[in-house]
């Protein structure tokens, strides 16, 4: 059974960087779209950015600019380098396989004021 795991979640400070990373336990990683979500309390789950297997990527307004998605197909890895954070950002991060419909188990970002 296909895994995600995410990592690199924790505490910043407002306007510092933080990168999240998620690998993949298949084989077949590199033909897939793979999403970062993001949960804050209370509110519903929303994309973050999106990466398709040709690297084409879509983000959220409130992040264009600031986050980055990227992925290294030989270590079935997706990144999210995300800059100049806002306490806004504070969610839980989940990684998602868009082909199998397949999500991490979350790793929280906090960022401080």
């Known amino acids: 059974q296909v895994q995600l795991a995410e990592s690199g979640g924790g505490l910043v400070q407002a306007g510092g960087p933080l990168d999240l990373s998620c690998e993949a336990s298949t084989t077949i990683f590199g033909i897939h779209t793979m999403g970062w979500y993001r949960q804050a309390p209370e509110k519903q789950r929303e994309l973050v950015a999106r990466i398709t297997s040709r690297t084409t990527t879509n983000y959220a307004d409130s992040v264009k600019g600031r986050f980055t998605i990227s992925r290294d197909n030989t270590k079935n890895t997706v990144y999210l380098q995300m800059n100049s954070l806002k306490p806004e950002d504070t969610a839980v991060y989940y990684c998602?396989?868009?082909?199998?419909?397949?999500w991490g188990q979350g790793t929280q970002v906090t960022v401080s004021s």
């Open positions: 998602k396989d868009e082909t199998l419909l397949l």
